[in-house]
């Protein structure tokens, strides 16, 4: 009996007979959410605040027009954003190399926990930058490296502590500072990247962020979102130290300016003097 008002006993009808379907439905969703958490890797910000005090001495000196002057804070995020100082910051940190650990989904960067590192590097060839060299680390010290090059791949022994060369680049693997080598879990591998310069500024250029806080207390901010929350950190901290070594020295080019104009100004003067008196 079908009619225009609710039904309860047919709802509850229906309900029963699609009771499998529903269920299926809210296991199979509950299921997918369970494996999105569980497989993808966590992701971390980190954020820092610049204030910058806003102190032209020259145009005080010179007594230029204030109406002349530009709000600096937006030329200053446009700096924090551009390759070249995002270069300029990672130049600080020790990531010429960097750590992988590979599992079956996910891949960990290391970063500074790595328990071995490559030291005394030296690049042959540009090419090995950017490529991934697997590691077989034995349990006698022994291990092979292995990796690819424009479709061909090299092989080479190391002993741990021990110099070795390929055709690409030379190197020492050793112990981290207070850890042993390990051999690693069946379920994955390790591998160590010999870092392009330029493929590290266009990665982090996609992970950094710069803007405005606060235009009356003329603040900006630097973010970094990494899968590994000592880089995150780290990154906006040299961001912060590159930006302050540059406004220490820009405000010392403006210092050397200011002296340049008084001493030629003294000069000026004197003649000045002079010629009164005459």
């Excluded at 007594?63 to 130049?91: G, H, R």
């Excluded at 110099?163 to 080598?181: K, Q, W, Y």
């Excluded at 990154?235 to 050397?256: C, L, N």
């Amino acid at each position: 009996n079908f009619s225009n008002e609710f039904d309860l006993g047919l709802f509850l009808y229906i309900i029963k007979r699609s009771v499998v379907w529903i269920s299926l439905c809210m296991l199979l969703a509950f299921s997918a959410a369970w494996i999105y958490l569980r497989y993808t890797p966590n992701s971390y910000d980190s954020k820092v605040l610049l204030q910058l005090k806003e102190s032209n001495n020259a145009q005080k000196i010179l007594e230029v027009n204030p109406l002349t002057e530009s709000n600096n804070l937006s030329a200053d995020v446009e700096l924090l954003k551009s390759k070249f100082f995002i270069a300029k910051a990672l130049k600080r940190l020790p990531l010429e190399v960097s750590y992988f650990f590979k599992g079956n989904i996910l891949t960990k960067e290391f970063y500074t926990e790595t328990f071995f590192v490559v030291d005394d590097l030296v690049v042959l060839d540009p090419a090995v930058r950017g490529s991934a060299i697997m590691m077989e680390p034995g349990a006698d010290g022994h291990g092979r490296v292995s990796y690819m090059v424009d479709n061909e791949q090299y092989f080479a022994d190391y002993t741990v502590g021990a110099g070795f060369a390929t055709p690409h680049f030379r190197c020492v693997i050793r112990p981290a500072e207070g850890d042993v080598m390990l051999t690693p879990d069946h379920d994955g591998q390790l591998y160590f990247v010999i870092n392009d310069p330029k493929a590290l500024v266009a990665r982090f250029s996609g992970q950094l962020q710069a803007g405005i806080q606060d235009q009356t207390a003329r603040t900006v901010f630097i973010t970094c979102r990494d899968n590994n929350k000592h880089l995150a950190r780290d990154v906006t901290q040299a961001m912060a130290d590159a930006f302050i070594e540059y406004d220490v020295e820009r405000k010392s080019e403006s210092a050397k300016s200011i002296v340049k104009f008084i001493e030629s100004q003294k000069d000026t003067v004197f003649a000045q003097l002079k010629d009164s008196e005459i």
